[in-house]
């Protein structure tokens, strides 16, 4: 299952406490089918995968979606998207190149750069894949911990 369109403004929380998420609007997403074109250019711009903007056909892959967590994820710790452009043309150019930089503003751990960088490798074939980010030792760490390694 890919949803296609996850962005910021689609993960709402349930309670105050922030404890538990829900991803809402699915009206693109679907089943990935191994040998199956995909719809070119579905989705918000800001969150598309570098490979989506080719010109050859792609296929739908959980990929995508690692890619826009990698988004989202960049965009919650600096407050802006990764990747900007005047128009949608340049924008896509700077996706296809797709070169992360960290701003020396905000503090970030190592372990969190290389996640992002896992999540937005422009190629998807070496991409992060979900099962790999969930066993890094980033994910694992208790606010305790987390914690010490920011201070």
Not at 7 to 17: R, V
Not at 47 to 65: K, L
Not at 107 to 125: H, R
Request: charged share 30%; aromatic share 10%.
């Amino acid at each position: 299952m890919v949803h296609r369109d996850l962005k910021l403004e689609n993960i709402l929380f349930e309670d105050n406490q922030c404890e538990r998420i829900k991803i809402i609007d699915f009206g693109i997403a679907g089943v990935c089918v191994k040998g199956q074109e995909d719809v070119q250019e579905s989705g918000t711009i800001e969150y598309m995968p570098p490979e989506v903007f080719g010109d050859g056909p792609v296929q739908s892959s959980p990929c995508y979606d690692v890619w826009a967590i990698g988004i989202m994820f960049y965009t919650m710790i600096y407050g802006t998207l990764p990747f900007r452009g005047k128009t949608d043309k340049e924008l896509r150019e700077k996706i296809k190149e797709a070169k992360v930089r960290f701003p020396r503003s905000v503090p970030i751990t190592e372990e969190a750069k290389q996640i992002i960088k896992g999540m937005l490798d422009p190629n998807p074939e070496t991409r992060l894949d979900l099962l790999n980010l969930m066993e890094m030792p980033y994910t694992k760490y208790d606010d305790e911990a987390f914690e010490e390694i920011v201070h």
